[in-house]
């Protein structure tokens, strides 16, 4: 069976991060797509916002609670 990513959320790296610990705490596997510093590195610029943190599809019910309130957290 092939395992896909998706992904779960997008902002800016400390977010994102902050979020990558959250699911880890829960045993939730994540990989960080940053495109700013990507772009950085080819020698463009990108949106700070660009940030993407991906999990597998399997995991996606359970890291739909924690996203949740980790954007109530961060929104309020």
């Known amino acids: 069976m092939e395992n896909k990513h998706f992904t779960i959320f997008s902002g800016s790296?400390?977010?994102v991060k902050g979020l990558q610990i959250r699911l880890e705490e829960s045993n939730i596997t994540s990989i960080i797509k940053d495109r700013v510093e990507s772009a950085r590195?080819?020698?463009f610029g990108?949106?700070?916002t660009a940030v993407e943190l991906l999990i597998?599809?399997?995991d996606r019910e359970k890291a739909a609670a924690i996203t949740?309130?980790?954007e109530?957290?961060?929104n309020s």
């Open 68 to 70: 949740k309130e980790y």
């Open 72 to 74: 109530k957290e961060i």
């Open 41 to 43: 590195l080819g020698g």
């Open 46 to 48: 990108e949106h700070r």
């Open 56 to 58: 597998l599809e399997s």
């Open 13 to 15: 790296s400390i977010i």
